[in-house]
């Protein structure tokens, strides 16, 4: 009876739409166990890692507490709360009394930029090996977690790799090898892993409205001797590993085949189901947004906001030069913007803006402020052809 169940739920399970999944690990894109050496050891070396990076990244440690005696539930727990929020004015506390499984730290932790464990208490999909005389039997058990193994550290009693590590490393003579004490290098190794895995950015063209305000296409307007949404695709192709135009399913016969396209598939949801769309088809990616309606939008603007991105935040914008509020649809949003703009979904909220307004943003002002002017009705459409008639005039 139990092996019919099994295969009822195994059907129902095929039937899922497959979906490209996030490339976490326990944690995070970007984690890694350190193991081998007392936890102490282990602690002294993140603190040394963490402080060195939290100038440039959101760093986080995860460990176990060693304390032998039962431990007591903290603040509220104890009389049955489930949370317990405390604003400790410097930081915020907040305590669980629930256990957590994979999707809820995956999501704890969506914010940070990289996470580093103690290896002896918890597992990471990348490890850092400490090798120690004094915790040779301890580092043979934990063996088989060793699956991927990315730097090798020696401590003062220890002068050479374990044969048994040798054996379950394959690679390991082509692995960084250091002194723990090389502190330095052992930054420099964490520095190099970092920018190795900045996100690329891909480029999408919101072209997907209805334009209900202009009454008709705005997509379609030829300011630049071809279609606005084709102009914007091409401004973007040398600053952007691939460029979508995004569009309703409806248009995607519509768009000319020279050009990658991508339908919504959060419909009714305007430029945020674009955005979340983009992030459903390439999760690991940055993408660098932009409406079609910027006939003055310009190479110079967008390449300043890709040189001055900040990938640790969660998304870099220009400010609007008409408000204090950032502009979000000439903005780069960060693989990390993803479950947060889902999460501001589920609070019923589908306005990239306020997304921006109350998240860890970077913004920049416009050295063209004109370049961000938008075009959404017949008398604007006007204006800016003056004011593109008049510098072709100048020119």
Known sequence: MKKQEVNVISKEHSKHTKLIRPAFGTYHRNEWAIVGAQCIVIKLLADQVINALSANYKCAYIDTTHNDDVVLMPGRLANGAVLDYTDQINHRQLNYSAEFNSFKLRDTFAGVDLVIANGNHHQCKAQVVIISENKRASLQKRVDQLTNVQMLLLTENTNEVFDFIKEAVPNWQDLPLYRIDDTENIIAFFKTQMQQVKPEINGLVLAGGKSQRMGFDKGAVNWHGKEQRYYMA??????????????????????????????????????????????????????????????????????????NRNASAVATAYQSPANEFPEPLITIWEPKSYPLLLSFLAQGYSCPRKVLINSDVTLLDAVNPEALTNVNTPDELERIKRVLHQKIAAE
């Open 234 to 307: 091409d401004l973007l192709k040398s600053l952007c590993n691939n460029v979508f135009i995004s569009c309703r399913a409806d248009q995607k016969n519509e768009i000319n085949s020279n050009y990658q396209s991508l339908a919504d598939t959060f419909t009714d949801l305007g430029p945020y189901g674009a955005i979340l769309s983009a992030f459903r088809e390439k999760p690991d990616s940055a993408w660098l947004v932009i409406a079609c309606d910027l006939p003055l939008m310009d190479e110079e603007a967008l390449k300043y906001l890709v040189e």
